[in-house]
Every structure is written in C-alpha cells, then in structure tokens.
C-alpha cells in the first residue's frame, strides 16, 4: 500500500511563506511525476506545481515566481516553498504522486489527503 502524508500548512498573513511536505511511504519501486493541486472555497480543483523524476518543473501562471517545487527522492518527498502569499492562494492543497510499487509492472497515481491553507489579509 502506498500513503501520501501533506503537512506545512496553517494561516499566514499575506505576504508570508510557507512550506509544503508530501511524503510518500510503502513499498516504492520508483515515482514519477510529483504533482501539488489547490482547491479554493467555491473554486475548481486546479494544478499548482508538478515535478518528474528529472526534476523538471512546471507552474501555474498564477503561482509562477512565486512558489518552488522540488523534491528528495532520498525521503520520496516532494515540497512547495510558497512566497508572497496572497488571499486568493486560500486553498486546500493536495499532492499526488505517480508511483510503481515494489514488483509492480505499471504506475498508479496516489493522493494525499490534503493540509489546508489560510491565507488573511
């Protein structure tokens, strides 16, 4: 079984940061894609940050210069440094992780669970 744990989130003004962990655990052959998602109150779910197995990045418009993906495929973790936040970044914020397990032929996407984040004027 594969678990995806997200923890780093909380209120924080604007203009303030935060730091985002996904850690992935269970019985891990390899991950590929790393990917953050954000649902706003009354907002449709959308792509925040991905990451592959390279480390190539891609960003949401609306986050881009803002916010940094990366990951530690030590820890099969991946992280979201957020930077001058803003209300509209008021969100629940998932990750995903497309993971081969041990013995396993194919990929399969997980999801966390989600950790929230508040941001106030």
């Known amino acids: 079984q594969v678990r995806l744990v997200e923890s780093g989130g909380g209120p924080v003004q604007t203009g303030g940061s935060l730091r985002l962990s996904c850690a992935v655990s269970g019985a891990i052959a390899s991950i590929n894609d790393m990917v953050w998602y954000r649902q706003g109150p009354g907002k449709a779910r959308e792509l925040v940050a991905s990451i592959s197995s390279s480390s190539r990045t891609t960003y949401a418009a609306s986050v881009k210069g803002r916010f940094i993906i990366s990951r530690d495929n030590i820890k099969n973790t991946t992280y979201l440094q957020m930077n001058s936040l803003k209300p509209e970044d008021t969100a629940e914020y998932l990750c995903?992780?497309?993971?081969?397990?041990?013995?396993?032929?194919?990929?399969?996407?997980?999801w966390g669970q989600g950790t929230q984040v508040t941001v106030t004027p």
């Open positions: 995903t992780a497309d993971v081969r397990m041990t013995g396993g032929v194919s990929s399969h996407i997980y």
